[in-house]
Structure formats: C-alpha cells, structure tokens
C-alpha cells in the first residue's frame, strides 16, 4: 500500500551550500506534531554548486524518511530555483495544499511548521515567520551590539539576545513591535502560504527595481501582489528560524547600505573565526542611517501602502503627519496600482524622501520596547 501524498511542500534553494544544507534539511525533516515525516516532501533545487552539495543532499534522501527531491538548474538565482521547486510540486498528481520557502543555511525549531499549519488551518493565507541570525553574532560583537542598540533597536535581534543584554523593557526606535502593529514583511528565508495562495499570486516571479537591478529576493513582491488581492497575512513571532550571519560578516558596508540584495546571488561561504573580530572594529565606522530609513521603509511604510488601513490603525507611528501619509499613498494607489513591485519600490522611496526625518523622530518619540 503506498503513503498518502505529502501534505506540506518545501524548497530551499542551494548554491555552493555544502558547510549548511544538511543541517537544514534535517532541522525541516524532523519537524514534531505534522503526522509524520512522510507528511512533508523537500525540493532542494541546487544551482550550479562547485562543492558537495549535491552529494550531501543525496544521502540525506538516501536516510531520511521524509521524501527529498534534488532539482538542479545552471543558474544561481534565488527567484527562478524557488519557482522550479514549486512548479515540480503543483504539477503533482496530488499536490500538497501547504508550502514553504525556506533557505539553507536556515535552522527551524520542531515547533515551528506545526505552529504555521495552526494559523494556515485558521484562515492566514500567509504567515510571515520572525527570524534572527543566530546570536553567536551578538555575542562575538559588543561594539556592533551597542550600535545597534542606540541607533537602530533591539528589531534584528533573537529573543535570547534580548534576554542576555538585559534589555526587554527598555525603550528603542525600532522592536519586534513594529511588526506585532504592521505585520512583517515575508521572508524568503522561512515563511509558509496555503498552495492555493501561490496560485492566486501567480507564484515567484522575475522583478525589477525602476532604475533596471534584479531583485533577488521573491517574498516582497510576493506579498504586494497578495495584499492587492486582499489575502490573509500573519506573523508569527514564536517559534522562530536562526540563519548564519556570513552575509553581515562578509559584506557589511552593503547590508548597512542596503544594497546587498540588489543584483545577482552572491555566494558567501565561509565564517572564519577572525571574521566576528573584523565586523566589530568597524562598528564605530559603519553608517546605520541608511538602515535605520530601510525599517521605516520597508517595515512601516511599505506595509501601509500594501495596507491603507495600517495607517489609521497605528496612527501614533505617523503624529501629524497621518493626513499627508495617507494621502500621499491614496493617490498613489488611485493612479498607480499597476505599477508593479519596481514601482512600489520606487514610491517608497520618494515616500522616505519626503517624510523620513520627521517619521523617524515621531517613531523614536514612542520608545518602543523589545
């Protein structure tokens, strides 16, 4: 007799992965309270990897009783590999009704699909996962730490950091609060929808930003195109996933900048002891406002453009400047709304050019706590 067909599908894309991937397939495989490892089908799509991963997922599926599926393409893209894993898992005979899209260098707690089947069983279409890079970062940097505290928050850091640093009840310019008023923008690197959903969407797409630079990531344009269609959107702050911090070891001054995930996939392998060393004696030099503008854009305003009803809702974040936000992306809207995700992008950015320092200063009058 055989298995029932699986119930959740995942992809994880990989690219010269081998120091990671298994351990994130087995972190998704031995995921507790889902019927069952034979409920879940993996899709590791790999992308022209130069090392062992490709080997390494192999035996994984050669051990592991949950099905494990190795795609391959020659080019290293995040946006078309996820699109591939999904397209081989709804052109099954009996597609899984749930999906998720994961990284791998990303580790997931056993709890935590079972708690994002719970929301999608509920309604959510989507449910958009909190996530950190593990704390070791914090940790190994206690200049950056502080930095970080003073000037951006305590939004980008793990619970178990909070704790540490003795923090939760202080005040900051941007917490996990932020996200428990507008919601968090999707993660491509843990978040799970309903299949239907990807279908309505029109699943992961190539896209642009106006000036012509790929974007390398699907789950905001993603989630624009859901919020056009009125899906149910949750965020789920418990469990949590942990991902390496290699990319903010290894390219800092274009994750403060925040041009990082413009362009193509970069491949950043290794984390050299040495390297935590390096990051923290360039806390003193690294320029976080351009950060700082990227949570409002990206995690206030992006999501009241998406959602006008955020707006009034969390009206403190906007003092007296309610109206002319609100106004500003009302007419937007009415004249724009086929503008598509680079479009979208390219008003948020006029947005943050025309309200940034007053917002940030209104924001930072609330003093938000972790």
Not at 137 to 161: H, K, N, S, V
Not at 305 to 317: H, Q, W
Request: aromatic share 10%; with cysteine; hydrophobic share 40%.
């Amino acid at each position: 007799m055989s298995p029932p067909p699986p119930q959740i599908g995942i992809v994880i894309p990989a690219h010269n992965e081998a120091d990671y991937v298994e351990a994130t397939v087995q972190s998704l495989a031995g995921q507790a309270d889902v019927g069952g490892p034979e409920q879940l089908k993996i899709v590791v799509v790999e992308n022209g990897s130069s090392d062992e991963t490709r080997a390494i997922v192999e035996a994984c599926a050669q051990t592991s009783r949950t099905p494990i599926v190795l795609l391959e393409q020659d080019e290293a893209s995040m946006v078309t590999s996820r699109a591939l894993g999904f397209t081989h898992l709804l052109s099954e005979a009996a597609p899984p009704p749930y999906l998720v899209s994961a990284d791998a260098d990303t580790l997931f707690p056993r709890s935590w699909l079972h708690a994002a089947l719970a929301r999608l069983w509920d309604g959510a279409d989507i449910v958009s996962s909190a996530g950190y890079m593990t704390p070791e970062l914090w940790a190994r940097c206690p200049r950056l730490t502080q930095r970080y505290l003073r000037e951006i928050g305590t939004i980008f850091f793990d619970p178990l950091t909070i704790d540490r640093l003795g923090v939760r009840d202080e005040p900051f310019l941007f917490t996990e609060e932020v996200f428990r008023d507008f919601g968090r923008p999707v993660s491509d690197a843990g978040f799970a929808m309903t299949s239907e959903c990807y279908r309505r969407v029109g699943g992961f797409q190539r896209h642009r930003y106006a000036d012509g630079a790929a974007m390398a990531a699907v789950g905001w344009p993603f989630l624009m195109k859901a919020d056009t269609l009125r899906l149910r959107t949750e965020y789920m702050g418990q469990p949590y996933w942990s991902t390496s911090p290699r990319r903010l070891l290894q390219e800092p001054a274009a994750l403060f900048d925040t041009s990082a995930y413009r362009g193509a996939i970069t491949a950043f392998r290794s984390e050299a002891d040495d390297e935590f060393q390096v990051l923290d004696r360039m806390a003193a030099d690294l320029e976080l406002r351009p950060l700082r503008e990227y949570c409002l854009k990206y995690y206030v305003l992006q999501r009241c453009v998406g959602r006008p009803e955020l707006l009034r809702k969390n009206d403190r974040y906007f003092g007296t400047l309610l109206p002319h936000v609100e106004r500003s992306i009302l007419s937007w809207r009415t004249a724009q709304m086929d503008a598509g995700p680079g479009g979208t992008f390219a008003f948020l950015d006029e947005l943050c050019r025309q309200y940034a320092g007053r917002l940030l200063d209104q924001i930072r009058s609330l003093r938000l706590t972790a």
